[in-house]
């Protein structure tokens, strides 16, 4: 029995023997896989919003002891209506800060560490150090950046299978009104976000003629406000979503605009959500697909149960639908399949090794004028950058990817049909 038995129906699930057929590969029926969860097991969240507050929540209550939790957002009055971990007096504060702190006086023993930030501020080697990162995002941007990160870690053979001790799991969770899914990834395992990208639709963007000539809903009148009114109006200042005085000046344009042509509805609310391009969130809907991101995350921590095969869809706009699918990886996937393989020694500058790239048979003929990256670092770019990076070209490899080892880069060329991986075995 844990802290006053808190924890004894998870302890009762982790030290019982399970079906093999239901049971995760290789799970041990074990009572010290409590003491696990509650010291050892690190877990990163990211995103303390409506879907955060409720990540931060369950996992806290399932026995996780060791968290952290990452989010450059404030607090806005807005945020109180759904996300439970904030009240009034904290308008204003960072989010993971107050959200971290709610958790450690409500769950006793849980230690959160809040990093009110980018995810793109923190080094490649703190994202290395979790057993788990859960994502709880509004962005896909944001969500393809960290997917990069967790591919960036993997290492593969020369036959291409993937080394099962650089796999970094990942759980992600997205809500949208009464829509929301749920999705384990395995980097190399299974589909990673860049394999899956299709999924997600292209933002709704208005033709500027409609917006300038033929406005017919409150959305067109505040976009012509945001996007051809204040930059006609303000050249020297850029439009700042989260200034007060911007919005209001955006909500007043708007509304003229929309008396003009006779359009009703324009907001200060719907202005917020027009700029910010806000997605309409419910508490409910947040509670549910977090429910299911944590369950996952308790099962691939302790394999007590076999895991999510691959993708949950939630549907609750006419009752409640769940639908899991199981999508597959693309093997020519640029972020997580293994690409190409060379071996190189630590002393060979990058504009040599691009170079063997170029004659390389799967290469051969498609990359003239290459982009080099490796994680989220610009080695050498093409165009704008070109004069920035350009001094990389004469240094060596073991200076620019931090010494021997592994290396995943990718490389961009308009003759390639899309990114190229490049696995590299840097010797010394």
């Known amino acids: 029995m844990y802290e006053g038995g808190r924890w004894e129906d998870v302890d009762l699930v982790l030290r019982r023997e399970g079906a093999s057929a239901l049971t995760g590969p290789g799970f041990e029926a074990s009572s010290e896989l409590v003491p696990f969860l509650r010291s050892d097991c690190r877990i990163l969240v990211i995103g303390a919003g ?20 990452i989010d450059m957002d404030t607090i806005d009055v807005s945020n109180l209506n759904r996300q439970f971990l904030f009240r009034m007096k904290d308008v204003g504060q960072p989010k993971a800060v107050v959200a971290a702190s709610r958790i450690q006086e409500r769950v006793e ?30 962005s896909v941007e944001a969500r393809a950046w960290i997917n990069e990160t967790a591919c960036s870690f993997l290492e593969h053979d020369e036959e291409g299978n993937v080394d099962l001790s650089t796999v970094k799991p990942l759980v992600d969770g997205g809500t949208e009104g009464f829509k929301g899914h749920a999705r384990v990834i395995l980097p190399g395992i299974t589909p990673c976000f860049a394999c899956t990208m299709w999924l997600f639709p292209p933002q709704t963007k ?19 406000a945001h996007l051809i009114k204040w930059p006609k109006d303000n050249e020297m200042e850029e439009f700042d979503v989260d200034n007060v005085d911007h919005l209001g000046w955006c909500h007043r344009e708007a509304t003229e605009r929309a008396k003009e ?22 508490a409910s809907t947040n509670a549910i697909v977090a429910a299911a991101c944590a369950t996952e995350v308790l099962k691939t921590a302790t394999m007590c149960s076999a895991g999510m095969d691959n993708y949950m869809m939630f549907m609750g706009g006419e009752g409640i639908y769940t639908h899991t699918v199981k999508y597959e990886r693309d093997e020519c996937c640029p972020v997580c399949s293994p690409g190409i393989f060379l071996t ?37 770019m093409q165009g704008p950058l070109e004069e920035a990076t350009r001094p990389n070209l004469s240094k060596t490899l073991g200076d620019l990817l931090g ?16 990114t190229l991986r490049v696995t590299l075995s840097v010797v010394p």
């Not at 023993?109 to 995002?137: N, Q, S």
């Not at 003629?209 to 976009?223: D, Q, Y």
């Open 50 to 69: 409506g879907l955060g507050c409720e990540l931060l929540k369950d996992l806290a209550l399932l026995g996780f002891g060791n968290i952290e939790v």
């Open 109 to 138: 023993g849980c230690t959160v560490v809040p990093h009110f930030g980018r995810i793109e501020d923190k080094p490649a080697e703190f994202y290395r150090g979790f057993h788990i990162i859960v994502l709880g995002l509004d």
């Open 206 to 224: 208005f033709p500027l003629c409609t917006l300038a000539e033929t406005p017919r809903t409150p959305v067109h009148c505040i976009e012509w």
């Open 261 to 282: 042509f006779g359009i009703e509805g324009v907001t200060l609310q719907l202005v917020q959500g027009v700029v910010k391009n806000i997605i309409p969130a419910i």
């Open 344 to 380: 190189v020694q630590s002393s060979v500058t990058l504009g040599d090794l691009i170079k063997r790239i170029s004659v390389h048979p799967k290469a051969l003929g498609k990359v003239e004028r290459p982009s080099v990256s490796h994680g989220t670092d610009n080695l050498y």
């Open 403 to 418: 010494g021997t080892g592994q290396k995943a880069l990718a490389v961009n060329d308009k003759r390639l049909p899309r």
